[in-house]
C-alpha cells in the first residue's frame, strides 16, 4: 500500500499519518513513514526518542549529498546536473526506526514556481519515484498542501491520496484545490478524512459539504493531541479514542485499496 496524505496546514495531516503509520505497524506490517513536509514534524507525532530524531535530516538540505549524487551544487538553476542521480541506498541510510516504523525526512524545495529545474527538485523526485516502487508493505507520505513531489509518472504507484480536513469552509476550500492538482496528473483515487469533529454537526457539515470526495472515516476532536506534543509522546498512546478510529480508518483504507476500489 501506498497511501500519501495531504491537506491545509493545521488542520492534522502529521496527525493522521502517525495514527496510520503506527496503526499499521502494530498490524505487523512494514511501515515507512517518509515526512515530506518542508518542517518536519512527523517524527514528534511518532514518538520519536531525542536520540533518534537527531540523527533526521531532510534529504533536501544536505547539500553535499545532492552535489555528490547530481554532479551540481544546490541553489544553482539550469546548467548540466543528473537528473536521475542514485537513490536506492538513501532510504537505508538516513532513516531511523522506532517501534516498527521506518522513518525518513525528505523535507522540500524552497523555490517559486511548482517547475523548478535544479539539483535539490531532481534528488528528491527521484527519490519519490524509488519510494513508490519499493517493496514495503505500507508507505506512508505525509505530504505538504499538495501534490508537487507526485507526478503522472508515478500516479498509478499510489493506492490513494488521503486529504485531511476539519469542519471548515477553508479546510474544504484546501481540499477543492488538492483535488484539482491530483486530477491535473492523473490521480484519481482520492479519499477524504475529516479530522477534529467535535459532534453530529461537525459531521453533517463535511457529510454534506464534501467536494464530491468519498469520506473515509472522522477522527474526534481531542485535547490528548495537545498533550502528546507537550509530553513528547506518540499521539497513538496518548489519544485512546484517536488510535481506536484510526484502527478502523486504516484497515477500511486497506481492504479498500486490496480490492483496487480507491476511487
Not at 505487523?28 to 533518534?52: I, K, M, R, S, Y
Not at 541510510?93 to 514556481?113: A, D, N, Q, T, Y
Not at 513528547?232 to 486490496?258: F, H, M, S
Request: hydrophobic share 45%.
Amino acid at each position: 500500500m501506498k497511501v500519501a496524505v495531504s491537506g491545509k496546514g493545521g488542520v492534522g495531516k502529521t496527525t493522521v499519518a502517525a495514527l496510520l503509520a503506527q496503526a499499521y505497524a502494530q498490524a505487523g506490517q512494514d511501515v515507512l513513514a517518509v515526512d515530506a513536509d518542508p518542517a518536519p514534524c512527523l517524527a514528534g507525532a511518532l514518538g520519536f526518542p531525542p536520540e533518534l530524531r537527531a540523527r533526521l535530516a531532510p534529504i533536501a538540505e544536505m547539500g553535499e549529498l545532492i552535489e555528490a549524487r547530481t554532479g551540481a551544487r544546490p541553489g544553482t538553476v539550469g546548467g548540466f546536473f543528473t537528473l536521475n542521480p542514485q537513490v536506492d541506498d538513501l532510504p537505508a541510510r538516513f532513516s531511523v526506526i522506532h517501534r516498527g516504523v521506518r522513518l525518513l525526512e525528505m523535507g522540500s524545495v524552497e523555490k517559486g514556481g511548482s517547475g523548478c529545474i535544479c539539483p535539490e527538485s531532481a534528488l528528491l523526485k527521484t527519490l519519490f519515484t524509488h519510494l513508490l516502487l519499493r517493496q514495503d508493505d505500507v508507505l506512508i507520505l505525509d505530504m505538504y498542501a499538495g501534490v508537487e513531489h507526485l507526478g503522472r509518472a508515478t500516479v498509478d504507484f499510489v493506492d490513494a491520496l488521503v486529504i485531511v480536513v476539519e469542519p471548515t469552509h477553508r479546510s474544504l476550500g484546501t481540499a477543492v484545490q488538492i483535488k484539482k492538482l491530483a486530477q491535473d496528473i492523473g490521480l484519481a483515487r482520492l479519499w477524504l478524512l475529516g479530522n477534529k469533529v467535535g459532534g453530529d454537526q461537525d459531521a453533517a457539515f463535511l457529510t454534506a459539504e464534501s467536494p464530491g470526495l468519498p469520506l473515509l472515516g472522522l477522527l474526534p476532536a481531542d485535547p490528548a493531541v495537545s498533550a502528546a506534543d507537550r509530553l513528547g509522546t506518540a499521539v497513538y498512546d496518548t489519544a485512546p479514542a484517536l488510535r481506536q478510529a484510526a484502527e478502523q480508518i486504516a484497515a477500511t483504507l486497506k481492504q479498500y485499496c486490496l480490492q483496487g476500489d480507491c476511487s
